[in-house]
C-alpha cells in the first residue's frame, strides 16, 4: 500500500461526502452491445434485459452492421492504431478523408480529429483568442467548453440560459470594454432537457455586433434539420456558424472522438497551437473508418433520422396524453418532469423493475424542484417496444401517483 495513511484518510472522507450528499455516482454494467435491449448485470450478478431509453444511440448507429463492417475493414486495411500524434506519423489517409467528408457534412471548409469533442472544446479557445479578446457563453453550456474558455485569456462574459436579450447584453458590454474580437460560443442542444438554441436570432445578433458564432453539435449533428446536418440546418443557418464543435460519440456511431470544423484557417491554427491535438494520439482507423461509413449511410439516406423524428412526435404525444408534464420541445431527448428528487428516483427504479431503463436527474445537476426523468428516444425503438413502455410509465406513475 503506498498511500500515505492521511492522504488514503482523506480520500476516504471525500468519497463518503459524496456518498452523504446523495451525489455518488454507481455504474449499471452492460453485458451486451448498444441498442434498444440491453443486458444489465445487478449488483448480486443476477442479470436483466430492459428496454433502453438513456443512450445517446439516436440513430441506432453504435450496432448499425454497416458500421461494424467498416471498422473491420479499417481495422484490417489499417491497423490497430498509430502510436503516434497526428504531426509525427499519425495521420492516414483514412483521417484526411474523414476530415474533408465532415466538412462537407457540415458545410465548412475543413476539420480538425480530436481524441473526444472533450478534447476539441478544450483545445479551442487558447488557441484563437487572447487578452484583449472576449469569449461570450451561455450559463448552461456542457462542462467541456467552461473547461475550454477557463484556459483561455480572453474576458469572459456569460448571458442567461437561452437569453437573447441577455446575450445582447454581454455582447454590448464586451464592445463597450474594448474587446477585440468577440467570440459567442452555445450548445446546438442542451443536453438536460433538450432544448435547441436559436443559433437564426443568435447569427443576427452577433453580426449586429461583429462577433464570431460557435456552436458545439454533440447532441445534434446527424439528426438535427431536414437532413440531419445539425441545428445551423434546423435553425436556418446552415453555412453561417462560425466554428462547429462534435462527437463521434454520440449520433455519429457512438465509439470516441471529437472534431472542430470551422474556415480552413481556423483548422490550420488549431493543427499548429491546439494541445489536446498536438500532444495526445490519433483516432484509431477502426472509428476513423467506422466513421465515413456513418456518413455515406447519412448521405445515402434520411430513413434513420425521418424515424428518429416520427419516433420523438409520438413518444412526446403519448407521454403527455399519458398524463405526464413534459418539457416541450422538438428533441429526442423528452424531460418527464417529476419536481421531486426522491419520486425522480423512485420512478426510474420502478421503470427498471418493469423493464424500461431511465435515468433521473435532480439536484445539482438541474435545478431544486425540477427533478425528472429524461428519456432518449432513438431511431432503434420500435413502436411496440415504445408501447411496453409508455404502459410501464403509466403503471409507475399511478403506484407514485404522479399521474391519474
Ligand atoms: C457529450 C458531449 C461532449 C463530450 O463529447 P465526447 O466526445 O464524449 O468527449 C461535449 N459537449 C457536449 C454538449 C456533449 O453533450
Redesign the pocket.
Known amino acids: 500500500m503506498t498511500l500515505s495513511p492521511e492522504f488514503h484518510a482523506h480520500l476516504r472522507h471525500e468519497l463518503q461526502g459524496i456518498r452523504d450528499a446523495g451525489l455518488y455516482k454507481a455504474e449499471r454494467i452492460i453485458a451486451t452491445p448498444q441498442g434498444a435491449h440491453i443486458r444489465t448485470v445487478l449488483p448480486d450478478g443476477s442479470s436483466r434485459e430492459v428496454f433502453n431509453l438513456c443512450a ?1 444511440n439516436y440513430l441506432g448507429l453504435s450496432s448499425h452492421p454497416d458500421v461494424i463492417a467498416a471498422a473491420h475493414d479499417a481495422l484490417r486495411t489499417h491497423g490497430y492504431g498509430l502510436s503516434s500524434v497526428r504531426f509525427i506519423c499519425g495521420t492516414q489517409d483514412l483521417h484526411k478523408t474523414l476530415e474533408g467528408r465532415l466538412s462537407r457534412f457540415l458545410g465548412t471548409e475543413d476539420t480538425i480529429l480530436y481524441a ?6 478544450g483545445g479551442l479557445f487558447e488557441p484563437l483568442l487572447g487578452e484583449q479578446d472576449a469569449v461570450i457563453s451561455d450559463e448552461l453550456n ?1 462542462a ?2 467552461i473547461d475550454g474558455i477557463r484556459l483561455c485569456k480572453a474576458k469572459r462574459y456569460r448571458y442567461r440560459h437561452n437569453d437573447m436579450a441577455d446575450l445582447q447584453r454581454c455582447l454590448e458590454e464586451a464592445a463597450s470594454e474594448g474587446a477585440r474580437y468577440k467570440l459567442v460560443f452555445t ?1 446546438g442542444v442542451f ?1 438536460m432537457d433538450g432544448t435547441i438554441a436559436q443559433l437564426d436570432v443568435m447569427r443576427a445578433l452577433c453580426d449586429r455586433h461583429n462577433a464570431l458564432l460557435g456552436v ?1 453539435e ?2 445534434a449533428s446527424g439528426f438535427m434539420g431536414a437532413t440531419g446536418r445539425g441545428t445551423h440546418e434546423h435553425r436556418g443557418v446552415f453555412g453561417k456558424v462560425d466554428i462547429i ?1 462534435g ?4 449520433a455519429l456511431g457512438g465509439a ?3 472534431f472542430t470544423s470551422a474556415r480552413r484557417e481556423v483548422v490550420e491554427l488549431l493543427r499548429q497551437r491546439s494541445r489536446p491535438y498536438l500532444f495526445s494520439n490519433t483516432v484509431a482507423p477502426s472509428i476513423v473508418g467506422a466513421s465515413i461509413a456513418v456518413l455515406d449511410l447519412l448521405e445515402g439516406s434520411t430513413a434513420l433520422r425521418d424515424k428518429l423524428a416520427d419516433n420523438t412526435q409520438y413518444f412526446r404525444a403519448a407521454i403527455t396524453k399519458a398524463g405526464f408534464d413534459i418539457k416541450p420541445g422538438e428533441h429526442p431527448i423528452v424531460p418527464i418532469m417529476v419536481y421531486e428528487a426522491a419520486q425522480a428516483q423512485q420512478l426510474a427504479a420502478r421503470l427498471l423493475e418493469l423493464g424500461v431503463y431511465v435515468v433521473g436527474f435532480f439536484f445539482p445537476v438541474v435545478p431544486k424542484g425540477q427533478a425528472h426523468i429524461r428519456v432518449q428516444v432513438g431511431a432503434v425503438h420500435e413502436r411496440a417496444d415504445l408501447d411496453q413502455a409508455l404502459a410501464a410509465f403509466t403503471q409507475a406513475g399511478r403506484e407514485l401517483g404522479l399521474v391519474a
Do not use: P, Q, R, V
Request: net charge negative.
Open positions: 445517446n473526444a469533442a472533450f478534447d476539441a472544446n456542457h467541456s467548453i450548445d443536453s458545439d454533440c447532441h464543435t462527437t463521434l460519440g454520440k470516441s472522438g471529437g
